[in-house]
């Protein structure tokens, strides 16, 4: 159901700014336009007025565009007051707005819902507009805009028509075999096309580890002994004493976390305790967190100080692992030569040495590990186990000779509905607080 209140908010930046952009939409959004631009403005064009409360009193002056429903961004009639972005002027235009009977402050997301509502976007739509606004990066910015115009939706909604149509037939064939338009055993081409979906939604939801580096991040997490020099090389990537560096052991307790952005791609970067046997009690939980940590990454960055490489115990194996000599510096010519051997690379935070190697390797994993940010992905793990549940219900249909055709065709519907719920195509209602509570206020 859609409010008859009509509702506002501050729809820009943080204030102070040079323009503050305010929104109102729905029934009285005329009415309020009229009454404090002096008159109706043209629609869809800005137009500079003197603003005004009712009572008269001049509230600031700036533009007013008027976009009149249905073609609107809520389906409604939306209007847009652009003034001057100070605290005190937003304030004031927001409070005489929200003063006129039947509007009020708009909640999270509110624009959005009703947007949806009025079936301007579907639910994978609208969370592709979440992530555009919360994007980043260039990669982010990229997958949003194609998951916003609407190729993931058409993906799920071109699988969800080829059940609704194999099951059609099964059920012509179970109510009208007898009858000459209806071909006489259409199983085959069916139950063919039903596995064929489930490989193309097993390869799909394959990739959702790919969409989720590209929307939270590729983990790369630092390993090694202490003073090994982990947190030299966390400050050195992130430009910034963003860890305390000194040459006692266990300096690092805790987790430490910067982000990059390299090539496009965000990189979540994460220095640690350093690993050893028998530390202390504090430090003992820094290390265990560290454990953790390098048990979740994308890639591991095993630090070892090629003057003196000391153990640091098991190394978790998760993921793929990357061995760095540190300290080069410290070794002559031919030292460093054969250290060059013993490990994946070898740097230098004192004169730079292979740290832009290591940026460009690390960078070149994280493009390997998202993919083509071109490719059709699950975005939301709701999508992921959505397509799961409906994978289930086929791999039920095609297994179920002895059940009888009116059951199997019961198990398309379930899944056709699993991936109408994905878009929002049927009953979602349960879901739309969470999706809508993400946005920002004025979105």
């Known amino acids: 159901m859609i409010s008859g209140d009509s509702i506002v908010a501050l729809s820009s930046g943080r204030l102070p700014a040079g323009v503050a952009v305010l929104r109102i939409s ?39 565009i008027f976009f009149p429903g249905p073609a609107s961004f809520t389906g409604e009639d939306v209007a847009e007051f652009h003034v001057h972005g100070g605290r005190a002027v937003v304030a004031r235009m927001l409070e005489v707005i929200a003063g006129f009977d039947g509007v009020r402050h708009a909640e999270s997301g509110e624009f959005t819902r009703r947007a949806f509502l009025h079936c301007k976007f579907d639910l994978v739509e609208t969370e592709a507009l979440a992530d555009l606004i919360n994007a980043e990066t260039e990669a982010q910015r990229r997958f949003a805009i194609r998951n916003a115009e609407g190729v993931q939706s058409d993906l799920y909604m071109s699988w969800r028509r080829r059940l609704i149509h194999a099951r059609a037939m099964i059920e012509a064939e179970i109510d009208f075999a007898d009858e000459d338009d209806v071909p006489g055993s259409v199983s085959d081409t069916v139950w063919s096309d039903v596995r064929a979906m489930i490989g193309e939604i097993d390869r799909h939801i394959a990739g959702f580890h790919a969409a989720e580096i590209i929307r939270d991040g590729f983990e790369v997490v630092i390993l090694g002994a202490p003073n090994a020099g982990k947190s030299s090389l966390f400050n050195a990537l992130a430009r910034r004493d963003a860890a305390i560096v000194t040459d006692e052991p266990g300096t690092t307790r805790d987790l430490l976390e910067v982000t990059l952005d390299l090539g496009g791609l965000r990189v979540r970067l994460t220095d640690t305790a350093g690993l050893r046997e028998a530390p202390g009690k ?61 490990y994946d690379l070898v740097i230098s935070v004192l004169d730079g040495t292979g740290v832009e190697a ?19 992905l699950p975005s939301r793990l709701r999508h992921v186990e959505l397509l799961a549940e409906a994978n289930r219900h086929l791999l039920r249909a095609i297994d179920g000779h002895a059940v009888g055709q009116e059951l199997r065709a019961e198990e398309l519907r379930q899944a056709a509905d699993r991936l109408g719920r994905i878009v929002g195509a049927i009953d979602v209602e349960d879901m739309l607080d969470v999706i809508f509570g993400q946005f920002c206020i004025g979105k």
């Open 26 to 64: 729905g029934p009285q959004t005329r009415f309020v336009v009229e009454t404090i631009a002096g008159g109706m403005v043209r629609e869809r064009a800005a137009v500079l007025r003197k603003l005004r409360a009712p009572d008269g009193t001049m509230l600031d002056s700036g533009l007013v």
């Open 282 to 342: 504090v430090e003992a939980i820094g290390i265990e967190k560290a454990r953790a940590k390098a048990n979740r990454a994308d890639l591991l960055l095993l630090l070892e100080d090629v003057l003196s490489p000391r153990e640091t115990g098991p190394v978790p194996a998760a993921g793929p692992l990357l061995r760095v000599g540190t300290k080069l510096d410290m070794l002559d010519e031919q030292a460093a030569r054969d250290a060059s051997s013993r």
């Open 358 to 376: 290591l940026l460009a390797e690390i960078g070149r994993r994280a493009a390997d590990a998202a993919g083509d940010v071109g490719d059709v």
